[in-house]
């Protein structure tokens, strides 16, 4: 998937403009009741199956492990819809999926609130200054693999940031700048340095997560809680992180080492995962579009057009793309983002990976 320059594209500027209002106004609010839905649902199948493969062994331990780890991955990425949400829009949503979601798997809000912005802002994009950017399209495959790999530990390493780095910082709080600029963060770019304080709600959410934690090692002590729970726990959540480190390498070029850029060139570098053609039948089309929905669901297979019209929620996104398919010109540096695949995105990353690394 070769993508033009924007130089190439003069005529870009005005087919923007012109695709934005082609959308209807309404289309810009969010759905409580498929936002709560969707939630709730993601939820009661994820934990439901987590509680009968800690209860149950073997392969069918492995099975109810595997419907657990992609509910509750797709239960986990309304993180991403909470940063992009006003509170008013859905009341009490950041609350519940914090509830439910976030404290359960050491992953509470306030690691992303404050922190996601930074990567739709042109001063940061594709620099240090961004948390969810390195050019992997410049670096060696070894990184990108190195990425994933290291990305299944992460559940790890939270849970020793929320039962030990939180409890040290109360007690000297010198240590507290640090934790909170290097270790309060979910980022890929582990040069980024978070700005954001957090608030009320990030203390108690990290006093919750911290509770989890000895409360669950505490109930394992005296014999209340199978060890089964805590491998299941590590196996789910190492899953869902390495899920989205793949599906994460899809959604840019990763080929900008610095320079702010301008909104069509943030949109050139990045990838929006095309749906097969609904007119074309057939069971390989049916699950190729299956797969892609789990891999990147709530609409992160159009990631271009997120970048472009972050204020778009999730439920509309598909719609949205297909719209402005019909309605944008041909030169639309859009056109150019549209990947036929998961695969053929990643192929891409690969390709010129490589091809940059056997010209060092």
């Given amino acids: 998937m070769a993508l033009p320059a924007s130089s190439e594209s003069p005529a870009s500027p005005r087919a923007i403009d012109e695709a934005i209002r082609a959308i209807p106004i309404e289309w810009f609010e969010p759905s409580r009741v498929i936002y709560w839905i969707d939630l709730l649902a993601s939820s009661a199948v994820g934990w439901t199956t987590f509680v009968m493969a800690a ?4 392969w069918r331990r492995a099975g109810l492990l595997l419907v657990a780890a992609f509910a509750l991955y797709r239960a986990v990425l309304f993180i991403h819809e909470i940063t992009h949400r006003a509170p008013r829009d859905v009341p009490a949503f950041t609350t519940v999926w914090n509830v439910l979601v976030g404290v359960p798997l050491l992953i509470p809000s306030f690691l992303y609130e404050g922190v996601h912005m930074d990567h739709h802002r042109a001063r940061c994009y594709g620099t240090a200054a961004d948390p969810e950017y390195v050019p992997f399209g410049r670096r060696s ?5 190195g990425f994933v790999l290291t990305s299944i530990v992460v559940p790890i ?10 409890p040290l910082t109360w ?10 600029e290097h270790g309060s963060a979910l980022v890929i770019n582990h040069e980024y340095i978070r700005h954001a304080p957090i608030g009320r709600a990030g203390r108690i959410q990290e006093a919750a997560a911290f509770a989890v934690v000895w409360s669950s090692i505490g109930l394992w002590w005296i014999g209340r809680l199978p060890a089964s729970v805590f491998l299941c726990w590590a196996v789910a959540s190492a899953a869902a992180f390495g899920i989205n480190a793949v599906r994460t390498l899809a959604a840019h070029r990763y080929d900008r080492e610095s320079g702010e850029l301008s909104m069509t060139e943030q949109l050139l570098d990045s990838c929006t995962i095309e749906p097969t053609d609904r007119s074309v039948g057939g069971a390989a089309n049916r699950v190729a579009d299956a797969g892609r929905a789990l891999i990147a669901p709530l609409g992160l297979r159009y990631h271009a057009l997120h970048h ?9 996104l598909g719609r949205t793309h297909r719209l402005l398919v019909a309605t944008l010109r041909g030169d639309a540096p859009y056109r150019a983002t549209i990947a036929r695949g998961l695969a053929p995105a990643l192929r891409d990353l690969l390709r010129r990976s490589r091809a940059r690394t056997e010209r060092r």
């Fill in 55 to 58: 209860r149950a062994d073997g």
């Fill in 141 to 145: 495959s070894l990184v990108i693999a």
């Fill in 157 to 166: 390493a939270f849970a020793a940031r929320f039962g030990i780095a939180a």
């Fill in 171 to 180: 007690l000297a709080p010198s240590l507290r700048r640090p934790v909170t």
């Fill in 308 to 316: 472009w019209i972050p204020s778009l929620p999730y439920h509309r």
